[in-house]
């Protein structure tokens, strides 16, 4: 959408993965968004989220930040992201018995040591904050703790996710296939330089036509 977009091509959003990366040359996903409907004026809650990592265990090391941008202040009245501080330190551990090491997404049991030992923590954070975290660490969405003070006509949440990763990640045949996924609308994963292709195809357009700061991310 011409929103997500906008937050893609954000000069400081993508400043601040130009500092991780050390490059300017960078690739984005065609990620989604989140909402958490306002439960407290009839809508139906969220009661938990589920715990995981974003990497498989033929990974390693560090190969993708994810991100959002969020439009409202999130806490314990909305809810949002919960992370477990440091648990990337533990990423041969949480992924030990992940059967296929190739798929980049692992669930985190609950009885699991990483979520016993560890602390679990919310993370606060102000209308047009980035957040980021290395798809490592164990995280999930979770409800609001406390009753909401939002307007009851309001979403209590809403983020644009955003992850760019440096272009020569990406082989060429990704390349070509981001290309036609963007003028054919198509959503992705959290992975620049994967073709996990989502929902989309309903509309075209083309690359030619973009702005040139769309066309750099797309590749």
Known sequence: SDFLWHVRTLPLVRRAFEK???????????????????????????VCGWWH???????????????FVSLYPAGAKTGGLTVVPKSHLRFDEVVGDQQNPLTDYCTVQPYSRVLQEGE???????????????SRT???????????????????????YVCMTPARFAPQDVRRGRRAAYEHDFST???????DLGSGGTKQRSLADAAPEVAALVG
Not at 53 to 67: I, N, P, S, Y
Not at 121 to 131: F, K, N, Q
Not at 142 to 152: H, K, L, N, V
């Open 120 to 134: 679990r923590r919310l993370v606060s954070c102000e209308a047009g904050d980035l957040v980021l975290w290395d």
């Open 53 to 67: 990592v974003d990497q498989g265990k033929a990974k390693q090391g560090r190969h993708a930040v994810q991100g």
């Open 189 to 195: 994963s959290h992975w620049p330089q994967k073709l």
């Open 138 to 160: 164990v995280h999930a969405n979770a409800p609001a703790t406390e009753t909401p003070s939002a307007p009851i006509d309001r979403l209590l949440r809403a983020v644009a």
């Open 20 to 46: 991780i990366w050390n490059t300017s040359d960078l690739l984005v996903s065609f990620d989604a968004a989140n909402v958490f409907r306002p439960w407290h004026s009839g809508f139906k809650k969220t």
